[in-house]
């Protein structure tokens, strides 16, 4: 038996035994000991009660836990130049749209222009040599030329075609092609693309700045498939899985948004936390990543002792239900709550109680209240 209720009930006896009152009113009185309320057979018809013993129920229990929207990584990207040049033209800014291909700026320097030089220049030579090659080939069928003029001629062709195809690969590098050059000629500038559609998130550069290629120019993010990274706690860990539905409540909003667990990490961070990585069920470009939210991740239920909402009442923060001892008397009893769901309520019972016990369902709010108003007359 609670402390709380021992002592609320000797406190009533010792008073009501100084008192020593002659006459009790017959019928309508509730009389209370160290153990056990005791009840008029009147007050019982009026008050309704009902009793019924513990289920075993399934009750899931829902993981608490907070995040924030983010992207995965291939839909977000950081641009920057190839080659380092200067700015000469621009236009983005923080939120505009883009789309996949679009010039985000075009860069000048003259090292752009120094590089197809080289390339046309090696072109030209690997032209000469691939001849001088095949001469001397056609020689040393012949047997005219000696054996080392010819490794001489094979290795000066290679060496300037390996040349020749590095040059092509850092003009396409920049975005430039060989093919491009060789028709149109040379170019000073450079254009910078971005390789997917989206929203400009950060921009890093201006008309005439010098960038180089570790600079990042520009961050663009596609929104169109955002994911919720939940933060869980060590210790609710193994009751995650993956396919649980997680609703979450953004800080801006009242109406859960419905996501699923697609994703669990396998490292705790300082902080004790594991995070997962959800799906948002219905995709919404107006999110934002960075959001926060807050959520709750729907577990497996497990069957566990559950009674009827109304049959677990409260009392300065402490639980209690009330037994069935005989017709007219009751015993409250101390527990601790879990998880409410459907109308049940997850009851931790203490050591050795009977669960066949016969338990108060309806009217344990009125056993609370005679027991207290009692204790406030006397």
Known sequence: MNNLIRILFVTIAVITFSCSKPEQTKEAELHTDAESLHLSNEQLNTIGLQVGKIES????????VNGMLDVPPQNMVSIAAPMGGFVKYT?????MRVKQGQVVATLEHQDYIQLQQDYLDSKTQL????IEYKRQQDLASENVNAAKVLQ???SNYFSAKAKEEGLRARLKLIGLSAEGLEKDGIKSVIN????IAGYVTEVNVNRGKYVNSADVMFKIVDTEHLHAEAQVFEKDIMNLRIGQTMMLVLANETQPREATVYLIGKEISAERTVRVHCHLEKEDPTLIPGMYFNAVIETESTAVPALPEASVVSYDGVSYIFVQKSQNEFDGVEVKTGISESGYTHVILPDGFDVNAAVVTQGAYSLLSMLKNSDGDH
Do not use: H, Y
């Open 57 to 64: 129920r399934k009750i899931s229990t829902p993981i608490r």
């Open 91 to 95: 236009e983005l800014l923080q939120g």
């Open 127 to 130: 032209e000469f040599l691939e």
């Open 152 to 154: 001489q001629s094979k």
């Open 192 to 195: 910078i693309i971005t390789p």
